[in-house]
T-cell receptor
Framework: NAGVTQTPKFRVLKTGQSMTLLCAQD?????MYWYRQDPGMGLRLIHYSVGEGTTAKGEVPDGYNVSRLKKQNFLLGLESAAPSQTSVYFC??????????FGPGTRLTVT | SQQGEEDPQALSIQEGENATMNCSYK?????LQWYRQNSGRGLVHLIL?????REKHSGRLRVTLDTSKKSSSLLITASRAADTASYFCALTPGNTPLVFGKGTRLSVIA
């Protein structure tokens, strides 16, 4: 099992550009999450999904959109990147509200 | 705030010593979890303790939960250099998703 994988691992964007981060899990988990982590901070939840076709806002959803068209995939989109979105993005999945399994992260820099 | 607060923010110990870090919170919880994050990596789940449990063990890890004081502690016994990482507590307040604290940075010096 690959667990949770994230694509890409690194990305540099210019302000105003758009991009999509892909998260994939092979554990048949219902729940999937997107977090951002900034220096000295814990993880802050951006959006999450409790099943295929469902999404919900987390603590810091502004500037991001998500889609869960397939159970195994959870996509995070930035429509118009801003320097404040420079961060490390982590995807996670779980069986319900229990322990979460994390991907390796995507380091995004917006210049 | 629904976030847990870890204490201390940073801890430096010698290999072989025990490391204790604490998490305090303000809301009612269903469970509390501890995670480890090695530098530049994703988080790894360590232990989940339910609100009706007082203590759990996993290898060299011991977690306690005191719901009357709204606090939890993580004890790592006989620490190793490989335990150097950041440790986060995470809460499940009601039906909302997990809320992470800012973490304790542990350095174990060989």
């Amino acid at each position: 099992n690959a667990g949770v994988t994230q694509t890409p691992k690194f990305r540099v964007l210019k302000t105003g550009q758009s991009m999509t981060l892909l998260c994939a899990q092979d554990m048949n988990h219902e729940y999937m999450y997107w977090y951002r982590q900034d220096p000295g901070m814990g993880l802050r939840l951006i959006h999450y999904s409790v099943g295929e076709g469902t999404t919900a806002k987390g603590e810091v959803p502004d500037g991001y959109n998500v889609s869960r068209l397939k159970k195994q995939n959870f996509l995070l989109g930035l429509e118009s990147a801003a320097p404040s979105q420079t961060s490390v993005y982590f995807c996670a999945s779980s069986y319900g509200p229990r322990e979460q399994y994390f991907g390796p992260g995507t380091r995004l820099t917006v210049t | 705030s629904q976030q847990g607060e870890e204490d201390p923010q940073a801890l430096s110990i010698q290999e072989g010593e025990n490391a204790t870090m604490n998490c305090s919170y303000k809301t009612s919880i269903n469970n509390l979890q501890w995670y480890r994050q090695n530098s530049g990596r994703g988080l790894v789940h360590l232990i989940l303790i339910r609100s009706n449990e007082r203590e759990k063990h996993s290898g060299r890890l011991r977690v306690t939960l005191d719901t009357s004081k709204k606090s939890s502690s993580l004890l790592i016994t006989a620490s190793r250099a490989a335990d150097t990482a950041s440790y986060f507590c995470a809460l499940t307040p009601g039906n909302t998703p997990l809320v992470f604290g800012k973490g304790t940075r542990l350095s174990v010096i060989a």
